[in-house]
Nanobody, 124 residues
């Protein structure tokens, strides 16, 4: 069973950068597509970014494209989310997730393992 632990969240001002990390243990991390989602108060959890195993193809929500970068180091069982030019609208709890290889990678239903989340707060 895959266990995921996120870290790197915090309180920053608009325009700043943060890098989130997600450490995985158990299971076959290197063969799973990994995703980042976020959930703001009163809103549904939404897709942020995903990265395939192998070739490492990446996918982004339109709202973060050009500002966020997802990457992975399989030797460290870790996936990262580099967030630049942060905006107040980026404020949310950010979750790392491991895909089950069925379903769309932009849908929460396709992910079977989730971390506990890390809070990102961007002040204006």
């Amino acid at each position: 069973q895959v266990q995921l632990v996120e870290s790197g969240g915090g309180l920053v001002q608009a325009g700043a950068s943060l890098r989130l990390s997600c450490a995985a243990s158990g299971g076959t991390f290197s063969r799973r597509t990994m995703g980042w989602f976020r959930q703001a108060p009163g809103k549904e959890r939404e897709f942020v970014a995903a990265i395939n195993w192998g070739a490492g193809s990446t996918y982004y929500a339109d709202s973060v494209k050009g500002r966020f970068t997802i990457s992975r180091v399989d030797a460290k069982n870790t996936v990262y989310l580099q967030m630049n030019s942060l905006k107040p609208d980026d404020t949310a709890v950010y979750y790392c997730a491991a895909h089950l290889s069925v379903g769309r990678i932009t849908d929460t239903a396709g992910y079977g393992y989730w971390g506990q989340g890390t809070q990102v707060t961007v002040s204006s």
